[in-house]
């Protein structure tokens, strides 16, 4: 069976699907079998998307009009025809005519993946040469403390004195989950348990 989906950027009324739509419908979609979407392509929640996903089964075949109408990026559109070749679902793309059923677009996606591959490995050396860099300055990288070292001590103080950790969150104006994190990461433990 061939399911359709198509996507416009926003809820915007000039946008429209009218174009996709003709489209599916002309290579073969019934279009009761088209799913769409009103979303950005970088949202990961399109609720369209993920009841095409659902709906699909072995031997379907996925149109959509253009390849960025599905993926939000090359590595999210390789992860999800990934998962398509493991369930057995083939994929077609009307502008591109990439259809994954056939072998020039089989070579074509896993050319994409070697490439999507290859611009992670330079992204991630990037990133840990500039790291090294900063080291080599005396840069530290990571979040700022929640809780300066001052107030920190001014905590360990109360606890140490029989204040309550509900007591400190309202006092010193902290949240449970920081404190707790903070004097997890210190390595405070009350008095008497050592």
Not at 25 to 53: E, F
Not at 143 to 171: F, Q, Y
Request: charge should be positive; glycine fraction near 10%.
């Amino acid at each position: 069976m061939l399911v359709g989906y198509m996507r416009v950027s926003s809820a915007d009324e000039r946008q429209s699907v009218d174009l996709q739509r003709d489209a599916l419908i002309a290579a073969g979609v019934d279009a009761r079998h088209i799913h769409s979407d009103k979303a950005s392509g970088a949202r990961d929640d399109r609720p369209g998307l993920k009841t095409c996903l659902a709906w699909l089964k072995e031997g379907d075949t996925l149109v959509v009009w253009k390849l960025d109408r599905l993926g939000r990026s090359l590595s999210h559109l390789l992860d999800i025809i990934g998962d398509f070749r493991e369930r057995g679902i083939a994929f077609r793309s009307l502008t591109e005519h990439m259809d994954t059923a056939t072998a020039q677009g089989e070579l074509l996606f896993s050319m994409f993946g070697a490439l999507a591959q290859y611009e992670r490995a330079l992204t991630r050396e990037r990133v840990m040469a500039g790291l090294a860099a900063a080291r080599r300055r005396g840069r530290r990288g990571g979040r700022p403390p929640a809780i300066h070292a001052e107030k920190i001590a001014a905590i360990t103080v109360a606890l140490e004195g029989g204040a309550s950790k509900a007591a400190i969150c309202r006092n010193f104006g902290v949240p449970r989950s920081t404190l707790i994190d903070t004097l997890a990461r210190i390595g405070w433990t009350p008095p008497g348990r050592t």
